[in-house]
Nanobody, 124 residues
């Protein structure tokens, strides 16, 4: 029902900032919990952040809390992840995901729709 495509990845120095966007098509994301996940080489996909259906609630992994901000623009079918004070350990492919369930989840297994991913590389 939803197609997702991330953009905005790139190479930044440690301490820098980068903003990611996730554009949705096929159906409005208004009724979906939206999440960001990341996967580094040799590691399993991990939760980064999630935002409620209406954008009034957010949840973050401890590793990014205070540095990353998730937001959404439902009229434009877009989700954002603003990443500040980036660290080399933030290097990963970042994925946007949509969940039609009624609650937040930190598990990628609970998200039905996924984007193709965008690479974020943070140099030391």
């Amino acid at each position: 029902q939803v197609q997702l495509r991330e953009s905005g990845g790139g190479l930044v120095q440690a301490g820098g900032s980068l903003g990611l966007s996730c554009a949705a098509s096929g159906r409005t994301i208004r009724s979906y919990v939206m999440g960001w996940f990341r996967q580094a080489p040799g590691k399993e996909r991990e939760f980064v952040a999630a935002i409620s259906w209406r954008g009034t609630g957010t949840q973050y992994a401890d590793s990014v809390k205070g540095r990353f901000t998730i937001s959404r623009d439902n009229p434009n079918n877009t989700v954002f992840l603003q990443m500040n004070v980036l660290k080399p350990e933030d290097t990963a492919v970042y994925y946007c995901a949509a969940d039609s369930g009624g609650y937040y989840s930190t598990s990628p297994l609970d998200y039905e729709y996924w984007g193709q991913g965008t690479q974020v590389t943070v140099s030391s």
